[in-house]
């Protein structure tokens, strides 16, 4: 999901509260004018078409994620709108709490629950696969462990949660999310092609969006692209899988404290409660309000648009901050494991969705 | 050096901020303070 590759500033170099949220402003502007600019050209599109022009037929979500990628991409991003950029992740964890609204509460628990399942069968086959890539394209153990927490659960968060857990150098981090950044932007780009190729249904392309793309920002867009309910489902699968993030990152921790190159966890409670997303917890009590009926339906309207505004600024900042220049300056040999063991798990998840769909056991 | 990565660690916990957003914005329509949000 997200990130923070920079090292936090020591306290005395650390400018003043106000002065750090001032900072932001610029960046944070950038993104909401990218977002309206994408959700202006679908309009502007529409109209068009509906007067016999030739226009794209593009939504805002991919408008807003070309034009971030556009400008990042062809042009050097000043300095001054960087610290806003990164507020790109307060406006996804936003928007998937919100969209909770849309979400009955017994709906989130069964398919909750039915994810769980997929992600634990997932977690297993991915971890093991990635290991065992690296291992045959000699990678270090962990920049391999990097990976593999990377693809397997959450991405960037979980690479930065596990960085300091099993004391990886600052290279193996840096290389390991740019390669699942980059391979997350391939991603945006190739799952709703085989999503309409197998003629996948809604619900059942976000299950997998959700299961197999890594960072949640991407995987919420992969998802949108498709669709409305798919862009949901991807998010309630992702969010599944982001639960697991601390039992993986203390199991790669107490492995590495076991060989003796990383410091012992003493507090495993307490370990795992700091890395656990606390977003999913204003997720479900959004959900659960919603399902008692606390508001009416025009209420729960409001709350879904006002979700749709903040992934706005969210979908821009995934355009923005993706180095498509980090597939090849990564060296190929952490891009190919990657990308093999995407693949696996991209299959391997898609075998999984279509198996349970198939039989109906997700109705 | 800076990262290639354009990703930042921001001055404040990003989760909490979402949730007490989410929640202010949840009282706000539910007490009709706002009427109503259009896409």
Redesign the interface.
């Known amino acids: 999901m997200?990130?923070?590759?920079?090292p936090?500033p020591t306290a005395a170099r650390q400018p003043p509260?106000s002065q750090?949220?001032l900072a932001?402003i610029p960046g944070t502007l950038l993104l909401f004018a990218i977002g309206l600019a994408g959700k202006a050209l679908e309009s502007l599109g529409i109209y068009l078409r509906a007067h016999h022009h030739y226009f794209p037929r593009i939504e805002y979500v991919l408008w807003a994620i070309i034009l971030g990628l556009l400008l990042?991409n062809l042009f050097t991003?000043p300095a001054l709108f960087?610290?806003g950029?990164?507020?790109y992740?307060?406006w996804l964890?936003?928007g998937?709490?919100?969209v909770a609204?849309k979400f009955v509460f017994a709906d989130v628990l069964h398919i909750g629950a039915m994810s769980l399942v997929l992600v634990a069968i997932e977690l297993t086959l991915s971890l093991t696969v990635m290991t065992i890539l690296g291992k045959i394209f000699r990678l270090p153990p962990k920049l391999t462990s990097l990976l593999a927490i990377g693809s397997s659960i959450c991405g960037?968060t979980a690479i930065m949660a596990a960085q300091p857990a099993i004391d990886a150098d600052e290279q193996d981090t840096?290389t390991a999310?740019?390669a699942i950044?980059a391979l997350g932007a391939l991603a945006l780009f190739t799952f709703p092609l085989v999503g309409h190729f197998l003629h996948m249904g809604q619900q059942s392309y976000g299950i997998w969006a959700g299961l197999a793309v890594d960072n949640t920002a991407e995987a919420t867009v992969t998802g949108a692209l498709y669709g409305d309910l798919a862009g949901r489902m991807a998010i309630l699968a992702k969010t599944a899988r982001s639960a697991f993030i601390g039992f993986v990152v203390l199991g790669y921790a107490v492995y590495w404290a076991s060989q003796g190159q990383a410091a012992r966890v003493e507090r495993k409670a307490l370990f795992l409660w700091q890395k656990f997303?606390?977003?999913i917890?204003?997720f479900m009590?959004?959900s659960i309000?919603a399902s008692l009926g606390?508001?009416s339906v025009?209420?729960l309207t409001?709350?879904g648009?006002?979700s749709?505004?903040a992934f706005l600024p969210a979908f821009a900042g995934v355009g923005?901050?993706t180095?498509l220049r980090?597939l090849v300056?990564q060296g190929w040999r952490p891009i190919l494991v990657g990308v093999l063991g995407e693949i696996f798990i991209a299959l391997i998840t898609l075998g999984m969705v279509l198996a349970v769909y198939h039989h109906g056991a997700a109705q | 050096m800076e990262s290639p990565t354009p990703t930042r660690k921001l001055a404040f916990n990003v989760d909490a901020a979402a949730i007490l957003i989410a929640l202010t914005f949840a009282a706000l329509i539910r007490l009709n303070i706002i009427h109503h949000i259009n896409w």
């Open positions: 997200s990130a923070q590759t920079i936090i509260r750090q949220l932001l990042s991003v960087r610290p950029i990164a507020t992740e307060l964890k936003l998937i709490v919100l609204a960037v840096t999310i740019a950044l997303p606390k977003f917890l204003g009590a959004i309000l606390f508001f025009g209420q409001s709350l648009n006002l749709k505004w923005l901050r180095q980090d300056t």
